[in-house]
């Protein structure tokens, strides 16, 4: 779980982060209600996921509330890849 | 006829001594008004190649007759752009002296293209078949803003109407409706049989193109789409040209169409259909790649929510972009009439 939270703390910062923007992404960084990633990218960063965990996550799970933080992210991937087997 | 004279004297700057090529369908409005009319009201030699797409054929031809002055279209240069520099290093085109294109808006990449590969940037005109001729365009000499529809041509009036009040937009950079007028010599008299939709195409002393852009502060237009191709994502008004410009510039992309999707949330987002260069695979992480390039290069807003990968895009024989047929396939209505499609 550990590492999963270093992916997606690592792919946050490179992709959502403006260059110049020294803010860290912890665990616990509000995502979508901080405003770092927006609604519309969501889509990528689920998308990433889905590749790089090889699972698919419904759309009715892909809620702002699911991806707010890396916390509820990897749980949320957790959950998936558990399901998955 | 007078206006096609003017405009094809003007616009596409035909002189005496050129050898004039027009690549279009003369089945088409361009075919009849710039491959007909326009050149041989103004005596031009023209020269006419009965032939499909094929990139080593048609340099040859520029090259074989020493052609001046080439009139093409977007759908035509994207295809020339794939086949890429090679081809044209192969080919003396040193006699080509002004190139313009028509038909659908043309991407920026494409102009910049064209410098690289003709040492001459292709100058993109704007008009329809209501409009009998070129009405904003890009002038021989004036300065190109690659992607810019270019300016009003003399005795033209044009501008972008507020799409609530049908009044004149008053600052730069604000989207409106394109508007021209009413009264050049070639202007649209009539729909055939069908007067009341005629009578919708004009408002507030205004002729309303159905298209829409955003006059900047030097004054030259620039496309944002068909009202009918905007796509509307949360309450925001997205121009699928815009993307599909952006979408060009991906090193993978040979041709793209922008569309409205329909969301729960959004009411509707943005979903592209891409047909990729050679060698390259319609993959998941090459959509995610595409994706990502598209929201930092525009907006999150912007960024296509779905990319389908597809080996060609539905075209009108004259070359268009049937964005309404991958329209009505995303909201599950019918495609409408299809009888101006290309074959595969």
């Given at each position: 779980m550990d590492d999963v939270k270093k992916v997606i703390r690592e792919y946050v910062t490179k992709e959502y982060l403006e260059e110049g923007d020294e803010r860290q992404v912890t665990d616990?960084?509000?995502?979508?209600s901080g405003g770092i990633v927006d609604s519309f990218s969501m889509v990528s960063l689920k998308r990433f996921l889905e590749r790089k965990y090889a699972i698919q996550i419904p759309d009715a799970e892909a809620s702002p509330e699911a991806f707010d933080t890396v916390d509820s992210i990897a749980a949320l991937v957790g959950k998936f890849t558990a399901a998955r087997g | 006829?007078?206006?096609?004279?003017?405009?094809?004297?003007?616009?596409l700057d035909l002189r005496p001594d050129?050898?004039?090529?027009?690549?279009?369908?003369?089945?088409?409005?361009?075919?009849?008004?710039?491959?007909?009319i326009g050149p041989w009201a103004n005596g031009i030699t023209q020269v006419v190649l009965d032939s499909g797409f094929n990139a080593e054929r048609w340099y040859s031809f520029i090259e074989r007759h020493r052609v001046t002055v080439w009139y093409s279209a977007p759908t035509a240069i994207r295809l020339l752009m794939r086949e890429g520099l090679e081809v044209v290093g192969r080919h003396d085109l040193s006699s080509l002296r002004h190139l313009a294109s028509v038909g659908e808006p043309l991407n920026a990449e494409?102009?910049?293209?064209?410098?690289?590969?003709?040492?001459?940037?292709?100058h993109d005109t704007y008009w329809q078949t209501e409009t009998g001729c070129i009405v904003i365009t890009?002038?021989?000499g004036m300065r190109i803003k690659p992607g810019s529809m270019g300016k009003p041509f003399p005795g033209i009036t044009a501008t972008v109407l507020n799409p609530r009040t049908f009044e004149p937009v008053s600052r730069p950079g604000v989207v409106g409706l394109i508007a021209l007028r009413p009264g050049w010599p070639s202007m649209i008299r009539g729909y055939w049989n069908n007067p009341q939709v005629y009578a919708d195409k004009f408002k507030n002393g205004w002729y309303l193109t159905g298209d829409r852009a955003a006059i900047d502060a030097d004054g030259y237009f620039w496309f944002v789409g068909r009202d009918d191709d905007v796509i509307n994502t949360a309450g925001h008004l997205v121009g699928p040209f815009e993307i599909e410009s952006a979408l060009l510039e991906h090193r993978a992309v040979a041709e793209s169409a922008a569309v409205a999707?329909?969301?729960?949330?959004n009411m509707e987002v943005v979903k592209a259909f891409v047909a990729l260069k050679p060698g390259f695979s319609g993959d998941p992480d090459l959509e995610l790649e595409i994706m990502n390039f598209i929201r930092r290069k525009l907006s999150p807003l912007a960024m296509p929510q779905e990319i389908e990968f597809v080996p060609s895009l539905?075209?009108?024989?004259?070359?268009?972009i049937l964005r309404r047929v991958l329209r009505a396939q995303e909201f599950g209505e019918p495609v409408g009439d299809l009888s101006?499609?290309?074959?595969d």
């Amino acid at each position: 779980m550990d590492d999963v939270k270093k992916v997606i703390r690592e792919y946050v910062t490179k992709e959502y982060l403006e260059e110049g923007d020294e803010r860290q992404v912890t665990d616990q960084t509000k995502l979508i209600s901080g405003g770092i990633v927006d609604s519309f990218s969501m889509v990528s960063l689920k998308r990433f996921l889905e590749r790089k965990y090889a699972i698919q996550i419904p759309d009715a799970e892909a809620s702002p509330e699911a991806f707010d933080t890396v916390d509820s992210i990897a749980a949320l991937v957790g959950k998936f890849t558990a399901a998955r087997g | 006829m007078i206006s096609q004279y003017l405009t094809a004297k003007r616009v596409l700057d035909l002189r005496p001594d050129d050898v004039y090529w027009c690549n279009a369908d003369p089945g088409w409005v361009t075919g009849t008004s710039y491959g007909i009319i326009g050149p041989w009201a103004n005596g031009i030699t023209q020269v006419v190649l009965d032939s499909g797409f094929n990139a080593e054929r048609w340099y040859s031809f520029i090259e074989r007759h020493r052609v001046t002055v080439w009139y093409s279209a977007p759908t035509a240069i994207r295809l020339l752009m794939r086949e890429g520099l090679e081809v044209v290093g192969r080919h003396d085109l040193s006699s080509l002296r002004h190139l313009a294109s028509v038909g659908e808006p043309l991407n920026a990449e494409a102009v910049v293209w064209s410098e690289e590969a003709y040492g001459l940037p292709f100058h993109d005109t704007y008009w329809q078949t209501e409009t009998g001729c070129i009405v904003i365009t890009n002038f021989p000499g004036m300065r190109i803003k690659p992607g810019s529809m270019g300016k009003p041509f003399p005795g033209i009036t044009a501008t972008v109407l507020n799409p609530r009040t049908f009044e004149p937009v008053s600052r730069p950079g604000v989207v409106g409706l394109i508007a021209l007028r009413p009264g050049w010599p070639s202007m649209i008299r009539g729909y055939w049989n069908n007067p009341q939709v005629y009578a919708d195409k004009f408002k507030n002393g205004w002729y309303l193109t159905g298209d829409r852009a955003a006059i900047d502060a030097d004054g030259y237009f620039w496309f944002v789409g068909r009202d009918d191709d905007v796509i509307n994502t949360a309450g925001h008004l997205v121009g699928p040209f815009e993307i599909e410009s952006a979408l060009l510039e991906h090193r993978a992309v040979a041709e793209s169409a922008a569309v409205a999707k329909p969301d729960a949330v959004n009411m509707e987002v943005v979903k592209a259909f891409v047909a990729l260069k050679p060698g390259f695979s319609g993959d998941p992480d090459l959509e995610l790649e595409i994706m990502n390039f598209i929201r930092r290069k525009l907006s999150p807003l912007a960024m296509p929510q779905e990319i389908e990968f597809v080996p060609s895009l539905p075209k009108t024989r004259s070359g268009k972009i049937l964005r309404r047929v991958l329209r009505a396939q995303e909201f599950g209505e019918p495609v409408g009439d299809l009888s101006t499609m290309m074959d595969d």
